[in-house]
Every structure is written in structure tokens, then in C-alpha cells.
């Protein structure tokens, strides 16, 4: 089945550590984007990529770093810099390309960062 | 930035009542989304809206968009115990080389048996 697969699904991360969040998708999509959740809050937009090897920052990307080298890998990276990491980080994919303007975006189902 | 605002934050009501959101945005937009969220999970499409449409219908679902109010609305018909969830609207403001969404704070739904 074609898909956005996250992992882990539960993660923890000591103080001063980074830690990396992955996901994966095989639905051909050039688009990928990470989004953090915060408990009874919508999304906001961390970072997204429309291409391999090119990414932008989204609304809150501080303490946070991305790459692309795949087309279907958009791994995220929570770094000591984020005092604040505790929270519900959503990956989504879409297609962009010309001709399929306006496509929804696809969610994985989610990895949920704490602080030990 | 949020661009979209759920109204109700929350609403609870009966098996078999019709559910209605509200979404308000602030900018131009190419199309409206909207998106439901089962707990702990990731969300899930349910229906587009472009710019130039005014109502939209798919099963039980019915979206408006007034685009001179920048408002839309989701009416959910006859509901079941299995809509309890989250919905989200997200407006596309895309254009080539800004390809993203962006998405509202959501209504929690409740459905009582």
C-alpha cells in the first residue's frame, strides 16, 4: 500500500541530545513537510522541501534541521537548541507538480517526542 | 502563522444531528481543505474546495466557501458515534515555488450515542 510511514511512533530525548525523527514516503510525491502539534492545537509548519536537495523553513524551524537527499525521505532532526521539544510531529507529502495543482496533502500518523 | 480559525473550538451533540464548523481566513486563497484527526493520529483529507466553487457535496459531508466573507463551512449530516475526531481547515495559498498550506487550530467534535 502506497503510504507515509513515521518513526518511532513514541520517542525520548535526554537533555542536551539530539534526536532524529523519520519519514518515509512511496507515493512519488515531490512535496514533504513537518509539522509539530502541540496537545488541543492545530499544526504548525517546521520545515518543507519541494525537491531533493532543497528545503524551506516553515513558521517555527529554530531548533530544528531537515535534509532531502532521497525523494522519499524527509528526516527531521530536534536539536539541543529546542528547549521546548515535547510535542506531537506530524510528516505529510503531496504532489506538486505541474498539472496536479491543489492535491491534499498525505499525514503519516505521527511520532510523539518527550523530555526524560 | 495560523491563517484559518475553527469556530466552535469544541461541540458536542447527539448521534443522528447534523454538525456544523466554522472556518475564517484572512488572504487570498486558491482552494480550502478540510482535514479530520483521530486521537494520536495523523489527519486525514476529506474534501477540496477551489476559490471559484460555492458549495461542494462528498456522502454526508457538505463544505461551503464564501470567499468575500473568507469563510467556509462544514456540515456534517446524520452523525455517528465514529465522526468523534478533530477537523481541521487548511487554506492553499500555493503558488510555484511556495508550495504549502496552511492549517486552522480545529473544532473538536463529539458525537454522543
Known amino acids: 500500500d502506497g503510504g507515509i510511514t513515521q518513526s518511532p511512533k513514541y520517542l525520548f530525548r535526554k537533555e542536551g541530545q539530539n534526536v532524529t525523527l523519520s519519514c518515509e514516503q512511496n507515493?512519488?510525491?515531490?512535496?514533504m513537510y513537518w509539522y509539530r502539534q502541540d496537545p488541543g492545537q492545530g499544526l504548525r509548519l517546521i520545515y518543507y522541501?519541494?525537491?531533493?536537495?532543497?528545503?524551506q523553513k516553515g513558521d517555527i524551524a529554530e531548533g530544528y534541521s531537515v535534509s532531502r537527499e532521497k525523494k522519499e525521505s524527509f528526516p527531521l532532526t530536534v536539536t539541543s537548541a529546542q528547549k521546548n521539544p515535547t510535542a506531537f510531529y506530524l510528516c505529510?507529502?503531496?504532489?506538486?507538480?505541474?498539472?496536479?495543482?491543489?492535491?491534499?496533502?498525505?499525514f503519516g500518523d505521527g511520532t510523539r517526542l518527550s523530555i526524560l | 502563522s495560523q491563517q484559518g480559525e475553527e469556530d466552535p473550538q469544541a461541540l458536542s451533540i447527539q448521534e443522528g444531528e447534523n454538525a456544523t464548523m466554522n472556518c475564517s481566513y484572512k488572504?487570498?486563497?486558491?482552494?480550502l481543505q478540510w482535514y479530520r484527526q483521530n486521537s494520536g493520529r495523523g489527519l486525514v483529507h476529506l474534501i477540496l474546495?477551489?476559490?471559484?466553487?460555492r458549495e461542494k457535496h462528498s456522502g454526508r459531508l457538505r463544505v461551503t466557501l464564501d470567499t468575500s466573507k473568507k469563510s467556509s463551512s462544514l456540515l456534517i449530516t446524520a452523525s455517528r458515534a465514529a465522526d468523534t475526531a478533530s477537523y481541521f481547515c487548511?487554506?492553499?495559498?500555493?503558488?510555484?515555488?511556495?508550495?504549502?498550506?496552511?492549517f486552522g487550530t480545529g473544532t473538536r467534535l463529539t458525537i454522543i450515542p
Open positions: 474546495i477551489r476559490s471559484n466553487e
Open positions: 487548511a487554506t492553499d495559498e500555493s503558488n510555484f515555488g511556495n508550495e504549502k498550506l496552511t
Open positions: 488572504t487570498s486563497i486558491n482552494n
Open positions: 507515493l512519488n510525491h515531490d512535496a
Open positions: 522541501s519541494q525537491i531533493v536537495n532543497d528545503f
Open positions: 505529510a507529502s503531496r504532489q506538486i507538480r505541474q498539472g496536479a495543482r491543489g492535491q491534499p496533502q498525505h
